[in-house]
């Protein structure tokens, strides 16, 4: 395949992965600027926007530090070298930063004290709130903390990873004559970062003490007989990505956990501080952490911003918040809890698509729940990624092994921030005589899969669940995806293969109807991207459509412009990172780019090819990313019935490409432009909830 063509001689063809994800985050804070986004919902925007930070600091920032220290004159296909790239994104962080804490500080906390619903102020405390605040100091806080005098006989304490922390100016001899310089308080993981206050007290219905604010006002108790000159938050950032020797070990929960434990120790990548804190305390800190002054963020508001979201699991203001919505079990799985196993003869008859939020996960709970049940079940098999810590599905396996029937269970240990969690589901199925399988070493397991065996008649028969999104009850209510309940014998065998080749040993079986990775998934989409393109040459019409998290992968972008060249119509719906200029004359200007971004996080994959008249349809679980395709365990599966084809068409790419009020078009040079509400205004995922909620 030919390289890929530059916009520019100044323009690399694709952009930097990095950049583009701050893109995305710039566009999740624009949510919390709208008056038309309530409250609360605004507070929480700018929470999300403060955890995906983190997120970019423990991994991203990782990597490009390391690129800089192993290939620090390398020019990368965004036309930057590291330390190019480095100093582009932390400038364009320090920006979304400073933006993100002006509008809490100047518009989001004001607007929230007008509704009576504050943190309350040391500086305008009332005798009584100092008084019940310092109470609540003594009693719950300080017997938890334990201040570190730096000296000799003290060094600095080991620090978690994204912990809260202060560092303390203090004067004066202590009780061995010692004087005091500096000394390190950490607040310890047990204690509520958010504190109500009573509303006789607060004189608001809902008034909060922070913890921080709570530790610098009375932090001299901890000091007594000494001068307390300054009190400064401060938390520090790590590289959070484990590291596992695939060649060398031979057991993988027991190697992660071991990795797990030091994952709150990786070496520091960011540095946030107070930002009156005085610049010496800073430089010592920065020695002590081995960071720059370009690592370090001073704020004008808590260093933890994320824990205010726990401001609006406090407040019971229902008008504050985005209107409750209580996706309908749709028909025909509304009325079958009294008789579970019905479900099969209902999925037996046709394929059944169901789109999450808007329609409720309860039939896919209902299935697995029949199967444990149904004496005739004499097998479950199940993929999990992410499920959480506290799982109906869960309980549901569990059950059903306990019941005695074979339950195989895919966990994928090595889920992101998520390992702790499948490792503990992991023990629990074992204990219960469940056969748990880790996937494949190097490539982690993310199709989302259960199939049923069920005895009828003297055989056989496979029913299954093939989903874009995670079996997580609480997501499921809070991202988009679909999923597709089946009988359809050739799918379900499909996935068999699949699920023999996680569990045991062998050569890959030629699938009839999925694609997988790293098998099968990127070729087929390249060919088919290829097809488009070939048909568009011979003057047939020519379309691709495809919407996702993520597009980076450089073949498949290689092969878009291409298409778009040969005059394909390329319409793409991509929610964060997407390294593909749109729009570019010579290059892509028949590709059209989008990013929904909404009350709901838009999550599912689906893959639309026209092909002269025939529509190929694919849902699947993986994004276009380099990992996707080639280090993990992925499935694209079809969709075959036409009533359901149209459906996904309309549902992912109709009402996204006519949205006015959520949609975001890219232009060529990277940036995003909020789409302008001229005529009807059209809100994708309001008229999905108006459509499927039937």
């Excluded at 804190?277 to 911003?305: C, M, R, S």
């Excluded at 298409?563 to 997407?578: H, T, W």
Aim: one cysteine or more; aromatic letters at 8%; charged letters at 25%.
């Amino acid at each position: 395949m030919p390289s890929i063509v530059p916009a520019s001689p100044m323009q690399p063809a694709l952009l930097n992965r990095e950049l583009s994800l701050l893109k995305f985050n710039e566009r999740v804070l624009a949510m919390a600027e709208y008056d038309s986004t309530p409250l609360l919902e605004r507070l929480r925007y700018v929470c999300i926007v403060s955890s995906n930070l983190d997120e970019f600091f423990e991994i991203r920032i990782s990597s490009l530090k390391e690129q800089l220290a192993r290939n620090a004159h390398m020019v990368g296909p965004d036309g930057y070298t590291p330390g190019e790239a480095f100093d582009r994104v932390q400038l364009a962080t320090r920006q979304l930063v400073e933006k993100q804490y002006s509008l809490l500080t100047n518009q989001i906390l004001p607007k929230l004290a007008k509704e009576g619903i504050g943190l309350t102020d040391p500086l305008r405390w009332t005798e009584e709130q100092r008084l019940w605040a310092h109470e609540i100091f003594m009693r719950d806080v300080m017997p938890l903390l334990t201040p570190i005098g730096l000296d000799p006989a003290h060094p600095f304490p080991r620090v978690f990873n994204k912990s809260l922390n202060f560092i303390v100016a203090l004067s004066g001899e202590d009780a061995f004559g010692r004087p005091g310089h500096i000394a390190i308080v950490q607040a310890p993981r047990a204690l509520p970062r958010v504190i109500r206050m009573p509303p006789e007290v607060a004189g608001i219905p809902h008034g909060f003490i922070l913890l921080s604010t709570l530790i610098s006002e009375f932090v001299g108790e901890l000091f007594p007989g000494l001068e307390v000159s300054g009190c400064y938050q401060w938390r520090v950032t790590r590289n959070s990505d484990l590291f596992v020797d695939e060649e060398e070990i031979t057991n993988l929960r027991l190697a992660l956990q071991g990795e797990l434990s030091q994952r709150n120790f990786g070496a520091a990548v960011r540095l946030e501080v107070d930002h009156v804190i005085p610049q010496k305390l800073v430089a010592f800190l920065q020695q002590e952490f081995l960071l720059e002054p370009h690592d370090t963020y001073k704020v004008n508001g808590p260093v933890n911003l994320s824990r205010l979201m726990q401001v609006c699991n406090l407040v019971d203001r229902p008008e504050l918040f985005f209107p409750d919505y209580r996706p309908r079990v749709p028909s025909p799985f509304a009325d079958i809890s009294h008789h579970p196993s019905v479900i099969f003869d209902i999925i037996g008859k046709k394929d059944y698509l169901l789109h999450h939020p808007y329609q409720s996960f309860q039939p896919v709970l209902d299935f697995l729940v029949a199967a444990a049940r149904d004496p005739d079940v004499v097998a479950i098999k199940q993929t999990i990624y992410r499920t959480g810590e506290d799982s109906e599905l869960m309980a549901v396996l569990l059950a059903a092994a306990k019941a005695g029937k074979e339950v195989t269970v895919v966990v994928e240990l090595m889920a992101r921030f998520d390992e702790q969690t499948n490792i503990n589901w992991a023990s629990r199925l074992e204990e219960v005589g469940a056969h748990v399988s880790y996937g494949v070493v190097g490539h982690k397991t993310h199709a989302k899969m259960a199939l049923v065996l069920r005895r009828e008649k003297g055989h056989i028969r496979r029913y299954g669940h093939l989903g874009t999104g995670n079996y997580h009850m609480r997501t499921t209510r809070l991202y988009t995806d679909f999923g597709l309940l089946t009988a359809n014998p050739r799918m379900c065998e499909d996935m068999d293969k699949v699920f023999s080749l996680l569990t045991g040993l062998g050569s890959r079986r030629p699938l009839q109807l999925l694609l997988q990775s790293p098998f099968t998934l990127h070729d087929t989409v390249i060919a088919l991207i290829q097809r488009e393109a070939e048909h568009a040459k011979a003057g047939r019409k020519a379309s691709i459509k495809a919407k996702m998290n993520s597009l980076l992968e450089r073949q498949v972008i290689d092969a878009l412009y291409q298409a778009s060249q040969a005059g394909v119509k390329v319409d793409l719906v991509v929610r964060g990172a997407c390294a593909l200029r749109a729009g570019v004359p010579g290059l892509s200007e028949n590709i059209r780019l989008r990013s929904i971004v909404g009350r709901f996080l838009e999550h599912s994959r689906v893959f639309y090819f026209y092909d002269n008249g025939v529509e190929h349809v694919y849902l699947s679980s993986a994004d276009w990313m380099d990992r996707n395709f080639f280090r993990r365990v992925e499935v694209g599966f079809p969709v075959l019935d036409k009533v359901l084809k149209k459906r996904v068409i309309s549902e992912s790419f109709s009402w996204a490409m006519r949205d006015n009020q959520l949609a975001w078009r890219a232009l060529p040079n990277g940036a995003y432009q909020k789409v302008k509400g001229r005529g009807r205004a059209v809100n994708m995922q309001k008229k999905l909830m108006e459509l499927l909620d039937k």
